[in-house]
């Protein structure tokens, strides 16, 4: 009997090496293309003052930098699961608990990013006022503040309490590094919370531009675009939301299909609900601004392109 079960186990190991290539490439490939698109953008958004100085794209660029970071982060767990890499537990602890920072802030810039939006639609008068540079980092620093709680707490237990945990190298990931229940608690706590929280103030912001569309005073085109831009942080909050659906079908599927099976399902979906979303949310907010587009597709080509005069209107 034991001889089955190891006969079994290797050639359901030599079936996971063989796949591991086609697997990596599919799943690095995109990451790489997508990790220069955002070195683009990014380097786009330095090389005008107004792309620095206007709160849109303060907090558009501020979104770039976090998907980048998480990308990356992606693309370096990735790597060492694939080559079997153990890692010490206390750099584990700081990748992992960095990839929840940057997960929470991500979240929480479509809040920042719909407040805008609606300020720039509901009070234009006052928009330079309420989203100046000042005011504008300093939110940005109020969403680290609250995306680093849990990551602080998780710390605490880990160094105070935590005692499931003595193998000094070990395969990263929240489940081998995370054994106690209060882990589990407080990520669903924090996560639920701030997906309420922005739900709530993405919708909020949609309904009162739609509702100051409607009236006479309002510029038509202005709101609509606002509105559109608002339902895109929606969409994209919900792709988020079913990242988190990764986690509970990861324990489903390891109850009732094969090893093998579980393994194909969960890339599939880590690839679909985790890494894409991260790929092309940037990628349709650049696209979508005529301005960044123009100066983007310049320095994308290498400077072979033309750019074209473009207005920027800063509250619109």
Known sequence: MSNLNASASNLTQRLID?????????FVTPCVIFLYVNGVMLFTLRKKAVFQETSRYILFGHMLWVDTLNLFMSVVLY???????????????????AATALFQ?????????????????????????????????????????????????????????????????????RTTLFRLQIYKKFDIAFTCIFFVLVCFVIIFTYASIAAVAKTAACDKLSAKKANKTVLLHLIQLGLGASSILVGVIQEAIYVYTDFLTALNVMYFCFLVFIIFPKCLSPLIYGMRDQAFCCLFKYYFTFGKGKVKPVTIELHV
């Not at 100046?132 to 998780?154: D, N, P, Y």
């Open 79 to 97: 790597i060492c699961a694939v080559s079997r890499i153990l890692i010490m537990k206390n750099v584990c602890l700081l990748l992992l608990i």
């Open 105 to 173: 802030v991500s979240t929480l810039n479509l809040a920042l990013m719909s407040l805008e939006r609606y300020v720039a639609i509901c009070f234009p008068l006052r928009h330079a006022e309420f989203t100046s540079f000042k005011r504008t980092h300093t939110a940005i620093c109020v969403v680290w503040v609250l995306g680093l709680i849990q990551c602080l707490s998780e710390m605490i237990i880990f160094y105070s309490f935590d005692t499931t945990n003595i193998a000094m190298n070990l395969f990263c990931s």
């Open 18 to 26: 063989q796949d591991a290539p086609t697997k990596a490439f599919l």
